[in-house]
């Protein structure tokens, strides 16, 4: 679901609850995603210096409180905090998704 960073090594937490701290740091995760997963790496998304989100899980976007959830519906709940500037360009990148998928 997503990837934060904990100084020198990141935080992966999965959809099914599980979280694993792992020895790299968040731009070599970030690296890792593109070289393995190619296009469909394009859902996962860096968001500012700390966090790499993936976008299919984004229930909600709040810029006033700061604050993102992450949910597949099946109950794994994750709420998370991030800059204004952050969850505004996330706002703004969301919505133009869905401009051009609706022409």
Same mark, same amino acid.
């Given at each position: 679901?997503?990837? %934060?960073s904990? @100084?020198?090594y990141?935080? &992966?937490v999965?959809? $099914? @609850? *599980? %979280?694993? #701290? &792992?020895?790299? =740091? #968040?731009?070599q &995760?970030? $690296?890792?995603?593109n $070289?393995? /997963?190619?296009d469909?790496?394009?859902?996962?998304? *860096?968001?500012g *210096?700390? /966090? !790499? !989100?993936?976008?299919?899980?984004?229930? /909600?976007? +709040?810029v006033t409180? =700061? &604050? #993102? !959830?992450l %949910? +597949?519906?099946?109950?794994?709940?994750?709420? /998370?905090?991030a800059s204004?500037?952050?969850?505004?360009?996330l706002?703004a990148?969301?919505e %133009?998704i869905e *401009?051009?998928n609706? +022409?």
């Open positions: 679901m997503y990837v %934060s904990e @100084g020198n990141s935080n &992966v999965t959809s $099914d @609850g *599980r %979280s694993r #701290l &792992v020895t790299y =740091q #968040l731009g &995760v970030e $690296d890792a995603i $070289d393995q /997963l190619g469909e790496g394009m859902t996962f998304l *860096r968001l *210096r700390s /966090l !790499i !989100i993936n976008t299919e899980y984004i229930y /909600l976007v +709040d409180k =700061q &604050v #993102l !959830i %949910s +597949d519906f099946h109950g794994s709940f994750h709420e /998370l905090s204004k500037e952050v969850l505004a360009k706002k990148y969301i %133009s *401009r051009t609706h +022409d």
